[in-house]
């Protein structure tokens, strides 16, 4: 099945990361900027030099198709990032992650405990051969039952595997006390045949009418959710080209791989939408 990791990681905790599982773009992206909101409400620093960024995928691996930064003080910050995987019940993962020289989230392997034990134990010795650290030496090279770190002078270069819980991840959602604002309601769905497209097209789309703002004073933060019948009638009046571009990057796409992958399968055609030459010529 097809699931959302989120991974999360704090300037205090390096070797400490966080990882959720969530059953849609949207649970993912409102349980981030919830988390954003209550740090901005707790901190006594949330005005100094504050931040928050949705950056590119340059430091990630391929699956990763969202990730938002934030940061305040002196040196503080939160890295979150979204990995869309297709991961079987009781499935364990390994995720790789370094830290200090910036931060990036990898998915290494998905399978067994055993499989991912193995590739988590490659990709230490992998790290140490490249920078010429001393295996031996515990305080640079520490492989565990779970988890790995590797000193290699400038950062870290860590492993941390987790395991894929079904049960899990439908009750955590929907024990989220506003899980309801990302799900189509009955009488919603009643109407969605009037709609352009099918609705985990609008699930995935809704992420972009809730964007993440910073309020003068956090303490005065007013959440309004949007509603999927909103969400609905913008996406159906949304242009053509404007509706393909963001579902490609919303889904970590490059625009022209569409394009390629399309005329690979089959062939170039007059009977492509107006879009299509719209986006050759912006590619």
Known sequence: MRAYLVCILDSDN?????????????????HIKNLIISEMKNSKLWSTKTEINYVDNSDGSDDQILRI???????????????????????????YHHAYNGVGFYIEKIGSLEECQQQMKTSAINSATDFGVDMKNDGFFEVNNRDSCVDVGEE???????????????????????????????????????HKYTDDVYQTMKCLYEPLYQPINPKDWDHEFVTMEEVMEAVDEMDETDFFEHLCELHGIPCSMVEYLYETAYGSSERKKKSHYILQRRI
């Open 69 to 95: 930064d934030y940061s305040f003080g002196d040196g503080v910050f939160y890295v979150h990032t979204v990995h869309e995987i297709e991961v079987e019940d009781q499935d364990y993962i390994c995720v």
């Open 14 to 30: 390096y070797r400490e990361p966080t990882f959720l599982f969530f059953k849609n773009i949207s649970d993912a992206h409102e």
């Open 156 to 194: 870290w270069h860590m492993c941390d595997i987790v395991q894929f819980n079904i049960s899990e991840i439908l009750k955590e959602n929907e024990s989220e006390t506003d899980i309801s604002t990302n799900i189509i309601e009955p009488e919603e769905k009643n109407k969605s045949y009037r």
